[in-house]
């Protein structure tokens, strides 16, 4: 098995526009500080985005080994027997592996969206073993995607185009740092050795731009 | 404006999936109807996972160090993540998700969280002014079902033994304790005596956990259908 780890590290940015973005507009809301940034994106977000867009067997591996633990304890507490805990483990992450485009960083975590799958999959097993009913009742009540995921598999092109729109707004300095990573798959280093610029200015360009190319969405979309 | 929301031990069971169908049921369609609840739920499903997966690490690079190994030392868990990764992506876009369903009593069409999607292809019992859809659920003791209440409909006074929820989907009723709207969630316990009414007609999802018990004069006599209504 490939190391995980630095096979991560080595393709820290995706391909892909929207999510990336979205995920650096979520750290930069939890926390205002500069420094958190795109290049602190959780591992599990970037493997989740790997495994949805490149079928990436490295990334599920590392979400396998970093989840099968935790999941295998809690259904040892619910359900109580080793075979149903192996079940749930092979249920929820067949689920994250058939269904990882449906993860949403705007929505929460990898944690909440993997706790979801697995919550919703025991409630179904408990009936199975307590009333041995073969119902389908937990997503149900816990949706694992909403309206907006869901309603249209060209939304990536569509904010990927949108956004392409919106950076000929960006002011230059900003422009060139946002094209320059998402567009030309630069690191932030290059593009500060490119430009002669500390890292820490690429880093801040980079989160105004990625505010402002944010707002220009969300003027649109209202 | 919903006033009454359920509790939150309850928002808290039902975000860490403890609670049975019947309840889960509920909770959901309150949150359905409830912005304020619906944010509570988000937290607290967010607080569980963390609970759940991050309990121990703040040192996440060790964390999964060791768990890596787990994996790679033990055959059938490496034979479950190849079984697993052999399978397709999940192509089929996933269906156009409402966010209610509609049943219908009689003439009127009612649309209801889609929380309920399974369950209402039951038929109506009536009785009056009242009808109920009984869910099949298979919860022992506990009845789930939709109430129906024509315009100026009443239901005998009772009590009953155990809780009865009620969550108001559509329409309206008062009781002695008040006026309630489409979100409200009301639980009452078994010391409880009330006789809904409602003016304009309401539709309701509520949930027994016990027969109820008519307590008032020629009630009594209703009893067996008391049985059957609810
Ligand atoms: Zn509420």
Known sequence: MENFQSHLAQNRYDRQLSPPIEMAMENDNHNLSADKHITDIDPLVSAIIKVANQRDKAAFGYLFSHFMPKIRAFGLQRLNQQGLAMDLVQETMTTVWTKSHLYNADKGSVATWVFTIMRNQCFDMLRRVQHNREDAFGDDIWPLYDVAVSQDNNQDHKLTAKLLVHLDALPLAQRQVVQGIYMQELTQQELADALKVPIGTIKSRLRLGLEKLKSFLETQHD | ?230
């Open chain 2, 1 to 230: 404006m919903i006033k009454h929301h359920p509790h939150a031990e309850l928002l808290q069971a039902h975000a860490l999936g403890e609670l049975p169908l019947s309840m889960s049921i509920a909770v959901a369609a309150h949150c359905a109807l409830c912005q304020e609840c619906q944010t509570q739920i988000a937290k607290l499903t967010e607080q569980a996972a963390k609970l759940v997966f991050v309990s121990s690490g703040d040192d996440e690079v060790q964390h999964n160090a060791s768990n890596e190994i787990d994996v790679v030392d033990n055959a059938p868990w490496q034979q479950m993540l190849s079984n697993i990764m052999a399978l397709p992506e999940s192509t089929m876009s996933e269906p156009y998700i409402e966010s209610s369903v509609t049943v219908s009593h009689r003439n009127t069409r009612y649309q209801i969280p889609r929380v309920f999607r399974q369950h209402i292809a039951q038929p109506w019992q009536q009785i009056g002014k009242v009808s109920r859809m009984r869910f099949d659920m298979d919860e022992k003791n506990t009845r789930a079902s939709l109430l129906h209440i024509e315009a100026l409909g009443e239901i005998p006074q009772h009590t009953h033994k155990g809780f009865e929820l009620t969550l108001l989907l559509s329409g309206e009723f008062s009781d002695s304790t008040g006026h309630y709207v489409a979100g409200d969630f009301i639980i009452l316990d078994g010391n409880t005596q009330h006789s809904p009414i409602t003016q304009t007609g309401c539709l309701c999802y509520t949930v027994l956990d016990a027969p109820l018990y008519f307590t008032k004069g020629i009630s009594k006599l209703l009893n067996p259908i008391g049985e059957l209504i609810y």
